[in-house]
Antibody, heavy 127, light 110 residues
Framework: QVQLVQSGAEVKKPGASVKVSCKAS????????VHWVRQAPGQGLEWMGW????????NYAQKFRGRATMTRDKSISTVYMELSRLTSDDTAVYYC????????????????????WGQGTLVTVSS | QSILIQPPSASGTPGQRVTISCSGS????????VYWYQQLPGTAPKLLIY???QRPSGVPDRFSGSKSGTSASLAISGLRSEDEADYYC???????????FGGGTKLTVL
């Protein structure tokens, strides 16, 4: 079945970077965009951006441009999200989520949705 | 402050019907589809409604979505204890060129 499995929890100090992985299985890895969404403790969902696993092309939310970097390794069907210059405000659960449909299917961006989701990775930033 | 505005909480008794609103603007809800996600405690969000009012297979028909102008609503009829969760609306925003979410509504079944 289609599945996204994320790396384990991380604890980082302020100013450091964190790199979270998301391993895909059960589908053709290069055919579906992967998004990153985060959720601070007790807060709502916040979209961070997406990566096209075929080209490596990315689109970041304005808030994360210059600080977030999304990459992929096609050989192991894995996407990564690295966030630099961490502060306590970055303490959150980070989710990866796949587009429901392949990017090869012509459709407006807003006509696709996130399904499935990874299990989430807790990143704690603390001195 | 979230781009899409939802009430922070809602509640109902078993069997009742509850609705959760989601207010946006012309750049998001007014020109793009709305999606609803359900997040049970300690789990990842799960798609509940897609493209304004469509239910994925496996989602009970007790859940329904609607949209009018720049606002959308999620209705849950025949409320059950297992519906107790956080609910989020989402839409693509043309001005921001990104996805936006509501702040979430915590549904309590009394």
């Amino acid at each position: 079945q289609v599945q996204l499995v994320q790396s384990g929890a991380e604890v980082k100090k302020p100013g450091a970077s964190v790199k979270v992985s998301c391993k895909a299985s059960g589908y053709s890895f290069t055919e579906y965009y992967v998004h990153w969404v985060r959720q601070a403790p007790g807060q709502g969902l916040e979209w961070m951006g997406w990566i096209n696993p075929t080209s490596g092309g990315t689109n970041y939310a304005q808030k994360f441009r210059g600080r977030a970097t999304m990459t992929r390794d096609k050989s192991i069907s894995t996407v990564y999200m690295e966030l630099s210059r961490l502060t306590s405000d970055d303490t959150a659960v980070y989710y990866c989520a796949r587009d429901n449909d392949s990017w090869t299917v012509p459709a407006p961006i807003g006509s696709k949705w996130f399904d499935p989701w990874g299990q989430g990775t807790l990143v704690t930033v603390s001195s | 402050q979230s781009i899409l505005i939802q009430p922070p909480s809602a509640s109902g008794t078993p069997g009742q019907r509850v609705t959760i609103s989601c207010s946006g603007s012309t750049s998001n809800i007014g020109s793009n589809y709305v999606y609803w996600y359900q997040q049970l405690p300690g789990t990842a969000p799960k798609l509940l409604i897609y493209r304004d009012n469509q239910r994925p297979s496996g989602v009970p028909d007790r859940f329904s979505g609607s949209k009018s102008g720049t606002s959308a609503s999620l209705a849950i009829s025949g409320l059950r204890s297992e519906d107790e969760a956080d609910y989020y609306c989402a839409a693509w925003d043309d001005s921001l060129s990104g996805w936006v979410f509501g702040g979430g509504t915590k549904l309590t079944v009394l």
